[in-house]
């Protein structure tokens, strides 16, 4: 057995923020770490929770396979059912360690799912994390299997199923089935193989492959959310850590913390240190009704009464309707090294509504290339500082005094193949989005050819230079095929005009049309000398650098160093996919930077 020390250093790098101070808390740690059970094997996210220290020896253990135990919550009479732990895991739960354990699997039942009550104190946090020597993270599933299918269509192979007034979405090994409207028929509705349809009651799908579907290999989502932490309504609540789970199939969002959901919350004065490390939230959404639908989801009290010392660091986010990660009524909340694919909405973050003085840096967001396979549309992009406030039990105010979303930076964050926007910004003061990745593929990305995609996206009436956008790296590979044109920059009209510099514009692939850049009512414009005018009122891209595809281009695709190596993509449904032409320095998944970088995602790495 190898022993690992965590180190008396902080977890993360603070500014002075009051937001970010809790951040800089060290851990202790006193547990035996099997040799090769390490963090960055598991998460593929550079967290490694063992080092970090939030592994912790538990004081309660649970063990869904040890269904002939005492439910003591010993080790050797582990807890083994989700009703214990409701009736255990609540109120105040100061130092307390309760560990799930690895190599298992829990089904949760009922309307919240694992639904906990909970809070610790300063120094004292109450945590979640695994324990034992199996491989697998502890498995917390809200899919429920379902055997009794009828056949409906043998000739077609679909099968039905009497869901209920709820719509819930289906997965055929781990495989989510693509929701279809209904067309008056089953047959007429499901004309491909991976796919469903709700109506009146009734699931009807068609599987992949032609299988019979009554083998054991079909789940429902039966909760709407995996596990869902509720800080408890007392004066100082939080302190709570939830580390190395792996959530998935929720009908609504597979991790959640919120305020209680039943009774008066009267009682809270602050929300502190709340953390969701190296855990797994997939397959999160049911594809009808609208929803939150997002993997990870955080949200404080009140626009007064914000979350503060947060920490969502080195998960993985799959399979998910809409957001990687959202959030609401934050301050100084740290996002970093979170890896995410095909999610339906911002494959980074959302923030959502009453955030200020967030970090988002060093995640991987990787976006669907299945958008037009969904029957619900979302965001489809990477990162979206939306302007909203929370107001009168409401997370959805537009904020027109710009005054409630502040101070909140993104940078070194690698966006692939963003659906229609790489970044989004609606709103606020004093926000930093620099040196990230922003690339898009078109083939790959919006195969129908019916989407422009933008890589900075701009709607929020905020005053000029609200936003600096700079030493960003946007690269976007054209589809011959299809007559459809970036735009790498897009101001709404009305809309506050960003400041910023020294960013990077390339594009391949030649009949740029002239809508490379559009500025408001101004027009589009492929220019770059028209451009840079009128971008020179909030000092915008007057440095920046541009492909040799726009007019008055002044850089070339070899002075730029794009044309050497090829990119080989990793994430989840396309390993090994060669990208050619794109660059050197993108290899396995890395974004491009010559070796001395001061542009795009590895600068300062």
Known sequence: MQKKIASTEPHTT??????????????????????????????????????????????LFFDPSATSSLGLGT????????AQLMLVINGNMSGQVLGMKRGTTLRVTGPMGLQLDVYGSPGKPFTICPYGDAEALPII????????WTLVDGAANIWSYPMGAIEHDCWQNEVRLWKKTFAGSAAASLITEGSSAYVNGILYVRPYGGEDPRLGQ???SSSQHGIMINYSNVPHTGHIHVCGLDVRKARNVSISVTPPTSGVVDAIVSVTDISLVGCRATQAGADGPVLASDGIAIIGLSDA????????????IDDVLNNAIEYSCTSGLIVEKNNSSNCGGNSIVELWSSNDNSIIRYNYGYYSTTRDRRHLAYASGGIWFANNYHSAGSLANNDTTNTRNFDNVAHHNMIVLPGLRGVRISGGKGLSVYQNTIYYDEALTDPAGKQQCTALYV??????????FSNNLVYFKRDPLVARFPRMVNLNPGAGRPTGDRNIYFTE??????????????????????YKARMAGSSFDQNSIFGPHFIGSNAT?????????????????????????????????????????????????
Do not use: C
């Open 459 to 468: 709607d929020g009436t905020a005053a000029d230079g609200f936003v600096n």
């Open 557 to 605: 695709v070899a002075n730029m160093g794009m044309h050497d190596e090829s990119m080989r993509i990793v994430s989840a449904g396309h390993v090994g996919k060669v990208v050619a032409n794109i660059g050197r320095r993108y290899f396995d998944g890395q974004p491009y930077a010559p070796d001395n970088a001061t542009i795009g995602a590895l600068s300062g790495r």
């Open 75 to 82: 080790l050797k009479h582990p807890y083994f059912t989700q």
């Open 141 to 148: 599933t809200s899919g429920a299997v379902v055997l009794n």
């Open 305 to 316: 009464i914000r979350l503060k010392g947060g920490y969502v660091a080195g998960n993985r």
């Open 509 to 530: 692939g030649s009949g740029m049309s002239g809508d490379g850049f559009y500025t408001g009512a101004d027009g589009t414009t492929n220019n770059i000398v028209t």
């Open 218 to 220: 079909m789940e429902v």
């Open 14 to 59: 603070t500014a002075s923020e009051e937001g970010r101070e809790l951040n800089a808390i060290p851990l202790s740690l006193d547990i035996n770490v099997p040799k090769g059970l390490t963090w960055l094997d598991d998460t593929l996210s550079g967290i490694d929770l063992y080092d970090k220290g939030f592994i912790r020896r538990p004081s």
